[in-house]
């Protein structure tokens, strides 16, 4: 995943895009830049590796070197952006958030014949995405119609911004909206970014959230729209159960309060079916999982409790290791027991999501190493079934490394992904028997999904204008 920010302003704006491409240090581990424009300087970029140190540390020697009124930044997983890039259509620096599935369709069909078009490349001989993003843009003859090409070429998902040798922002969100880009106002100018408390904390008020698909330029002048946005709207569910920062408002939605009203939804339809188990507390796997616990415990009518604290003061996620046994085995450090809230305990644990599962496991292996009774998992998302296409939001992930698929695969073999709305629902017998396989695996004493209608009630958007592609394969 990624996320970034952009800024305009009547005066020196390296702070406010300091501290708000900052603010999206939750949505990648990787990569952190940012670009700003001077009038006596012209564009000027930064980039860095974050991924063994945060992004302020990295870059709190900018404001020695740089000055400006516009900029952009970027912080994500992937390959190392703002680039500036030089073209037909002037030089401009570019981010785009996303994911672009028909790299070497695109290559070949508009770059690779005449025109001595080249690609810088990264890991692997990888072709950089952004740079990609560039030339589909300069295959036309203004910003509008090269953004609008791009949109219409690209499958997967490309929310952009460019930052002019004018100084003005062009900001685009992706074609059916799987993002959210939002733009807030103060005193000074205007702000763009993905995650709106981003520019709250600087003093921005919200005056506007875009779009599927629109376009627009921002200047000290204020917004203006350079193509409408489309009818169809397919936004991530998944920012509102997992990746989206607590403080933020998609659509209109909070995410704590979505949260919150998820985990009643699934208190109150156990209560009606009759599996809510006997407990002690309800707690929530830190950190996401534990708004999801609250509304839970509050519709339960059971405490809610914290039986173990995560360590993060020198375990920061940008400090999070490559391979799966070093993040196992800093996950298991970061967990600090109450030993007075687990000994003897049944528990109620509720996670976003299960993914792999590895970290669950060991999650329940450390409860029943410090004495609790019984340890019960609910996930606060119906089971995930297929790995994002479209936004990447678990890293190296495929279909292969869910464990839903794996208990599949070895329940019934290949043949047995026929028949996955089957294990989706807890209501048949495929469905209980994934679930039980699961528990037997992950060692609690029940486990439970929210389904997919609970989810969508919870967030309160229409399901047509929802992404649930990684649970139900629709797209």
């Given at each position: 995943m990624?996320?970034?920010?952009?800024?305009?302003?009547?005066?020196?704006?390296?702070e406010?895009?300091?501290?708000?491409?900052?603010?999206?240090?939750?949505?990648g581990t990787?990569?952190?830049?940012?670009?700003?424009?001077?009038?006596?300087?012209?564009?000027q970029?930064?980039?860095?590796?974050?991924?063994?140190?945060?992004?302020?540390?990295?870059?709190?020697?900018?404001?020695?070197?740089?000055?400006?009124t516009?900029?952009?930044?970027?912080i994500?997983?992937s390959?190392?952006?703002p680039?500036?890039i030089?073209?037909?259509?002037?030089t401009?620096?570019?981010?785009?958030i996303?994911?672009?599935?028909?790299?070497?369709?695109?290559?070949?069909?508009?770059?690779?014949?005449?025109?001595g078009h080249?690609?810088?490349?990264?890991?692997?001989g990888?072709?950089n995405?952004?740079?990609?993003?560039?030339a589909?843009?300069?295959?036309?003859?203004?910003?509008?119609?090269?953004?609008?090409?791009?949109?219409?070429?690209?499958?997967?998902?490309?929310?952009?911004?460019?930052?002019?040798?004018?100084?003005?922002?062009?900001?685009?969100?992706d074609?059916?909206?799987?993002?959210p880009?939002?733009?807030?106002?103060c005193?000074?100018?205007?702000?763009?970014?993905?995650?709106?408390?981003s520019?709250?904390?600087?003093?921005?008020e919200?005056?506007?959230?875009?779009g599927?698909?629109?376009?627009?330029?921002?200047?000290?002048?204020?917004?203006?729209e350079?193509s409408?946005p489309?009818?169809?709207?397919?936004?991530?569910?998944?920012l509102?159960s997992?990746?989206?920062?607590p403080?933020?408002?998609y659509?209109?939605?909070?995410?704590?309060?979505?949260?919150?009203?998820?985990?009643?939804?699934?208190?109150?339809?156990?209560?009606?079916?009759?599996?809510?188990?006997?407990?002690?507390?309800?707690?929530?796997?830190?950190?996401?999982?534990?708004?999801?616990?609250?509304?839970?415990?509050?519709?339960?009518?059971?405490?809610?409790?914290r039986?173990?604290?995560?360590?993060?003061?020198?375990?920061?996620?940008?400090f999070?290791?490559?391979?799966?046994?070093?993040?196992?085995?800093?996950?298991?450090?970061?967990?600090?027991?109450?030993?007075?809230l687990?000994e003897g305990?049944?528990?109620?644990?509720?996670?976003?999501?299960?993914?792999?599962?590895?970290?669950?496991?060991?999650?329940?292996?450390?409860?029943?190493?410090?004495?609790?009774?019984?340890?019960?998992?609910r996930s606060?998302?119906?089971?995930?079934?297929?790995?994002c296409?479209y936004?990447n939001?678990s890293?190296?992930?495929?279909?292969?490394?869910?464990?839903?698929?794996?208990?599949?695969?070895?329940?019934?073999?290949?043949?047995?992904?026929?028949?996955?709305?089957?294990?989706?629902?807890?209501?048949?017998?495929?469905?209980?028997?994934?679930?039980?396989?699961?528990?037997?695996?992950?060692?609690?004493?029940?486990?439970?999904?929210?389904?997919?209608q609970?989810?969508?009630?919870?967030?309160?958007?229409?399901?047509?204008k929802?992404?649930?592609?990684?649970w139900?394969?629709?797209?």
């Amino acid at each position: 995943m990624g996320g970034f920010f952009g800024v305009v302003s009547k005066r020196d704006c390296l702070e406010d895009l300091y501290f708000g491409t900052d603010y999206h240090s939750h949505l990648g581990t990787n990569t952190g830049g940012i670009a700003i424009y001077d009038e006596e300087s012209g564009l000027q970029r930064e980039i860095h590796r974050i991924k063994k140190t945060p992004f302020r540390t990295k870059f709190e020697k900018i404001f020695e070197d740089f000055k400006g009124t516009s900029g952009i930044g970027c912080i994500n997983d992937s390959e190392p952006q703002p680039l500036i890039i030089r073209s037909n259509l002037g030089t401009y620096a570019l981010c785009v958030i996303g994911v672009i599935n028909n790299k070497e369709d695109l290559i070949n069909k508009y770059l690779s014949s005449g025109g001595g078009h080249h690609f810088a490349t990264i890991d692997r001989g990888a072709v950089n995405t952004t740079e990609l993003v560039a030339a589909m843009i300069n295959q036309k003859d203004s910003f509008v119609e090269g953004i609008l090409f791009a949109s219409e070429v690209i499958e997967g998902t490309a929310s952009i911004l460019i930052l002019k040798s004018d100084g003005h922002i062009i900001v685009a969100r992706d074609k059916v909206g799987r993002l959210p880009v939002l733009v807030g106002k103060c005193e000074d100018g205007y702000a763009v970014a993905l995650e709106s408390f981003s520019y709250h904390k600087l003093g921005y008020e919200d005056i506007k959230e875009l779009g599927p698909g629109e376009i627009g330029e921002l200047s000290v002048d204020g917004y203006v729209e350079l193509s409408a946005p489309h009818e169809k709207m397919r936004i991530c569910s998944f920012l509102w159960s997992y990746y989206g920062y607590p403080t933020s408002t998609y659509e209109g939605v909070n995410v704590e309060m979505m949260r919150c009203r998820n985990g009643q939804i699934m208190a109150r339809d156990e209560k009606l079916n009759g599996t809510l188990p006997k407990i002690d507390y309800v707690g929530g796997v830190p950190d996401s999982g534990t708004p999801h616990a609250i509304g839970y415990a509050n519709e339960s009518g059971v405490s809610f409790a914290r039986p173990y604290i995560k360590y993060s003061p020198t375990w920061q996620r940008s400090f999070m290791p490559n391979t799966q046994s070093d993040r196992s085995r800093v996950a298991k450090m970061k967990q600090i027991p109450i030993y007075d809230l687990i000994e003897g305990k049944s528990l109620m644990m509720v996670d976003d999501s299960i993914v792999r599962g590895t970290q669950l496991k060991e999650t329940a292996e450390f409860l029943y190493e410090n004495k609790a009774k019984a340890v019960h998992m609910r996930s606060a998302c119906p089971p995930i079934m297929y790995a994002c296409k479209y936004l990447n939001f678990s890293r190296n992930t495929s279909d292969v490394d869910l464990i839903t698929r794996r208990v599949i695969i070895e329940l019934e073999g290949e043949d047995g992904l026929q028949y996955i709305d089957e294990y989706r629902d807890s209501n048949t017998d495929r469905g209980k028997r994934l679930r039980q396989t699961m528990c037997d695996k992950l060692g609690f004493d029940s486990l439970e999904f929210q389904t997919l209608q609970g989810l969508v009630e919870s967030i309160g958007i229409e399901e047509c204008k929802l992404c649930t592609y990684c649970w139900n394969g629709r797209e």
